[in-house]
C-alpha cells in the first residue's frame, strides 16, 4: 500500500511537472511581444531592449523555464503584465478560493441528489419513475451549461428578480455573505453532471441487481433491505466515485463557460482574460493551478477507491 | 409412507419472450425425500435450471410458473408470499450455485457471507455466526479457516470459493440443499475434491440434495438416484444402480455413451445426434423424435408418458427398452461432409512439425519505481520440451495455473519466449507474431476455448471464415463464398448459416465455426485450447469427433489443451502432464494411463467422474491449491502437494528425468517403484 501510494504520488509529480513544460511552452508560443506590450506600440527600440532584459526575456528558453519554475516552487509566480503592480500569487488565491467555494457547492448540491435519483431509478427499471428519470437526466446533459445559465437569468433574474444576474463577488465582502451569488452558477454548473452522475449509478444499480451475488443474497433469506443495503450498494455506489472525481477536476478548472455566462471571478476567468491580454505570468500560473487540482483530485481519488475496494487493494502485485 | 420433503406436481414453466413463449417446463413431476441425494441430468436448454430456480421461487422476470403444484414439507410454494419466502429461503431451502466467482459479493468478507445467513435468520448472534462459519470451513476442509473467514472472494482459488459457498448453504442447516451445477466450473481435480465434500455430507446430514449436472459421471458418484430431463420433461428416472446398468431411455443411452472412456482409446465417440429441440414449437407426439434414432411411428402421433419400467425404474418412452447395443450414430457421418482443405498435405510422416525447447516464459517482474517495489516473475513456462509428429495429436493436461495456455500462447506467438526455442518443420519460429512470416502466420492456427467471445458478434460467420481465406489466400476473390461452404460443410454445418450471427448459433456450432475458421488457411498445426471444457458433454462428443476426423482427412497436426485427461485420451496419440509450468510427465496416450504413472497423473487420473456407479477406485487427493508460480517450490515443484514425497531431496534437487524410450517421467522415485502401483483406472 505504501509503495503503491509512493509511486502513484511519484506519478503524479511527473504528470505536473510535464504539464509545467508544455504549459511554459505554450505561452512561449502565443504571437506577440511581451515588452512591446507592456511599453505600447510607441515605445523605442532601447526602452524595449532594456525592459527584455530586465524580464529576462533575452535568456535562452531552458533558462527561462527553470527560473520560472524554481520561482513557482518557492511560491513567487511574479507579477501581473495587465494589472501593472499586481502580484500573481495572492490574486490566483483568492480566484482559486473562488472556484473551489463554486466546486464545493456544485458537489454538495448534485452528489446527493443524483444518488437518490439515480438509486431510485435502477431498483425498478422500466417503471414510470426510472423513465421519468432517464428522460430528465438525458435532458439535463444535452442542454449547455450557457443555455441553462441564460435560461436561469431570465427565469430568477429578469422575470422574477430574486436573484442578481450578474456573480461577480465584491472584494471586501467575504464570500460566505454572497451565497445568493453562488446559486445561479451552482444550478447551471450542476445540469450535465447531476444527468451524467445519475444515469451512471442507474446502470451500475441495475448491473449489481441483476448480478448473480445479489441473487444468492436474496435466496439466502436476508430481507430486501438487508440485501440493498449490505450487498447491492456499497457495489453499485463504488463505481460512481471515479466519475465524480473527474467532474470535481473539471469544475475546478474548466467552468469557463459558466464563470463567463455570469461574471463570477473563479480561475477559468482568470486565465480567459489572461490569454486576451497577454497576461504570460498569470495565464501560466492559472494553468498550472488547474493542472494540480485536476491530478490532485485524480491521485486523491485513486488512493479513496483503493481503500474501499478490496479487489485492487490486495490484487496490486499481480498487475 | 412417510410424506416426501419435496414434491413437484405437473409442474409448468413458462418464459416470454418478444418472439415467442418457451415451453421450459412441461409437466414435471418428482419427489425428493429427507436424506437422499437426488440427481437432475440433462444438456443445457432441458430445463433443469428452470427446475431449479422453479422450486426457489426465483424465475426471471419473463418467467412464469403456469400450471401445478410444489409442495415442500406439506405447503404449496406457490401460494408463499415473498415475505414468507425469505422465512424459508437460506433456512429450510437453500442454494449452491454453478459460478462461485459471481455468486460471491466481491466486496464482502466470506466470513460475513457464510454468517449472515445465520443472523438474518435468527439463529445466532453474529459472534456465533462467524464461529459457525470457521467450524463449516474446517468441515470443507479449508486450511486456516479463522484466517479464511476475514478474506475476500477474490483472494481464494475458484475451489475454496466453491466451499465458501457450500458452507453459506449450510450454515441455516437447511432441509433442502439444490446444487445447481456446483462442480461445472472447476478442475477435474477440484471438482474431486468437492464431490468428496458433498458426499461426506450427504452421509453425515439428514438433508436432502436435489444436486443438478449435465455430467452423468458425477451423478454416478453422489447420487442415489437420478431424473434425466429433455425438453422440460423427465424423461427417464431410476435408482442409481439401475440406470447405469440399463437405459430404457434412447436419450439417457446416448447421453451415457458420449461421455469420453476413461478406459477407451483415440477414436471415434457416441453422439446425440441433432440438437435440442425447439421449446418454442414442441413437436406433436415424443418430444425426443427429431432426434430419436429408434424412433418408430407411433412416436409421432402422440406422447409417451412415464411408465414404470421396474420398481424404481420408469422411462417415458414407446420404444424401451431397447434391445440390443446401440449403434454409432455420428451425426457427422449423414451430413456428406466435405475433407477440408484443397492441397493433399505434403506428408513425410514421423517428421517433426514442431519442437519446443527448453521453452520458458516469465510475466512481469523486473524493477518497479523503486527498489522495494522490484517484483520476481511469473514462471508461467519453466523450461519444457516437446516434439510433436506430423499428423499426430499432442495433448497438454494440467490443473489451471499449470501453464499450458501460456504454452499454446508462445508457441503461436501471441506471447513472446522469454528463453528457449520454438521450431516449426525444421525452421526456427521463436519470434513474436510481429515478426513471424506470413507463410508461418498461415500454417499455424489456434481455436480458443471459448467460442462466444472469439467471436466477434458484428460479423456473420460468413464474414468470419472469410477473412482468413482474404488474408492468406492465393485465389481470386470471387472464390471465396464457394470455400467458405465448403468449410461450413466440412465442419458440419448448413452453408446457409454463413448469414447468421453468432448470438444466433449453439454453444458448439459457434465452436464448429471457429474451427473452420481456423482450419481456412490450411494450416499444419492448430492449437486447440480447451475447446470443449464450456460445452455440453454430448456437444463435447460431436466436436472431438469432428476433430478426429478433420485431422485423418487433412494431416494437420494438433497441440490439445485440457484438464480432463479422459478427453485427452480420446483424441491424443501423445499425451504431455504439466504441473507449475513445468513438464511432469511425457509419452505415449497408452504409457501415461497405466503405471508407472507420475504422482501428479496419479492423481489427475482418480480424480475423472466416471459414470459406473460399482467402481470403486483409487482415491488420490492433492492437498491444497497450485502453490505461485511466482514463488514456486524448490527441488522438484510438485513436492508441497506429492502424496509420494520420499523426502528431503524432492525439496533440494530437481528430479531426473526416468525414461524408457519415449516415456518421461520427472520424480526421485525409481521407475521400478512408481510401476509398484495399482493402475488407477480397468
Partial sequence: MISFTASRFLQALTSILVASILIFLIAEALPGDVAQMILGQYATEESLTALRSKLGLNKPLHIRYFDWLSGVIRGDLGTSLSKTGVEVGPLLVRRARNSLVL?????????????????????????????????????????????????????????????PASSS?????????????????????????????TRHIRASMVKVLRSDYTRAATLKGLGRRKVLTKHVLRNALLPAITVIAINLGWLLGGAVVVEATFGYPGVARLVLDAIKHRDIPVMEAGLLFVVVAYITVNFGTDILYTLLDPRIRYSRGEE | MTEPLLKIEDLEVIYSTDRAEVNAINGVSLEVNSGEVRGLVGESGCGKSTLAFAIMRYLDKNGKITGGRILFKGEDLRKKTEA????????????????????????????????????????????????????????????????????????????????????AGLIGEPELLVMDEPTTNLDVTTEARILDIVEELTEELNSAFLYITHDLGVIARIGDAVEVMYAGQVVERGSIEELFEEQYHPYTKLLLRSIPDPEGSKGSLQEVPGSMVDLTDLPRGCNFSTRCPYRGEECFKSEPSLDDKSESHS??????????????????????KEPIGDEPPELKREDSILAVKDLKKYFGGGSGWFPWADSDPVRAVDGVNLDLERSKTLGVVGE???????????????????????????????????RRSPKTLKRIQIVFQDPRSTLNPKRTVGQAIARPLALHGDFARSEIPKKTARLLRSVGLDPSLAD??????????????????????????????????????????????????????????????????????????????????????????GEIFSPPYHPYTEALLSAIPVPDPGLSRKRIRLKGSVPSAVDPPSGCVFHTRCPRKIGEVCESESPPARGEGEHKIHCHITRDELSEVEPVLG
Fill in chain 1, 103 to 163: 466546486a464545493a457547492g456544485a458537489m454538495i448540491f448534485i452528489v446527493p441528489i443524483s444518488f437518490l435519483l439515480g438509486i431510485a431509478a435502477g431498483l425498478r427499471p422500466g417503471s414510470w419513475l426510472d423513465r421519468t428519470i432517464s428522460v430528465t437526466t438525458l435532458g439535463l446533459i444535452s442542454f449547455p451549461s450557457f443555455i441553462t445559465g441564460l435560461a436561469l437569468i431570465l427565469i430568477f433574474s429578469v422575470q422574477l428578480g430574486w436573484l
Fill in chain 1, 169 to 197: 463577488l465584491e472584494l471586501s465582502r467575504g464570500i460566505f455573505q454572497q451565497l445568493p451569488r453562488l446559486i445561479m452558477p451552482i444550478l447551471a454548473l450542476s445540469g450535465v453532471m447531476l444527468g451524467y452522475i
Fill in chain 2, 84 to 167: 414468507e419466502m425469505e422465512d424459508i429461503w437460506g433456512r429450510h431451502l437453500g442454494m449452491i450455485y454453478q459460478d462461485p466467482t459471481a455468486s460471491l459479493n466481491p466486496s464482502l468478507p466470506v466470513g460475513d457471507q457464510i454468517a449472515e445467513v445465520a443472523t438474518a435468520h435468527g439463529l445466532a448472534s453474529r459472534d456465533e455466526a462467524i464461529q459457525k462459519a470457521i467450524d463449516l470451513l474446517d468441515r470443507v476442509h479449508i486450511r486456516d479457516p479463522e484466517d479464511i473467514v476475514d478474506r475476500y472472494p477474490h483472494e481464494l482459488s475458484g475451489g475454496m470459493r466453491q466451499r465458501v459457498g457450500i458452507a
Fill in chain 2, 315 to 336: 422411462a417415458r418412452c414407446f420404444i424401451a427398452p431397447i434391445e440390443g447395443k446401440v449403434e454409432t450414430v455420428s451425426e457427422s457421418k449423414d451430413t456428406g
Fill in chain 2, 400 to 434: 489451471s495455473g499449470c501453464g499450458k495456455t501460456t504454452l499454446a500462447r508462445t508457441i503461436i506467438g501471441l506471447s513472446r519466449a522469454t528463453e528457449g526455442e520454438i521450431d516449426f518443420a525444421g525452421k526456427d519460429i521463436t519470434a513474436p507474431i510481429s
Fill in chain 2, 500 to 589: 447468421r450471427f453468432p448470438d444466433q448459433l449453439s454453444g458448439g456450432q459457434k465452436q464448429r465455426v471457429a474451427t473452420a475458421r481456423a482450419f481456412a488457411t490450411n494450416p499444419a498445426l492448430v492449437l486447440h485450447d480447451e475447446p470443449t471444457s464450456s460445452l455440453d458433454v454430448s456437444v463435447q462428443a460431436t466436436i472431438l469427433n469432428l476433430l478426429l476426423e478433420l485431422q485423418e482427412g487433412s494431416g494437420t497436426s494438433y497441440l490439445f489443451i485440457s484438464h480432463d485427461l479422459s478427453v485427452v485420451r480420446h483424441i491424443s496419440d501423445y499425451i504431455a502432464v504439466m504441473y507449475l509450468g513445468h513438464l511432469v510427465e511425457y509419452g505415449r496416450t
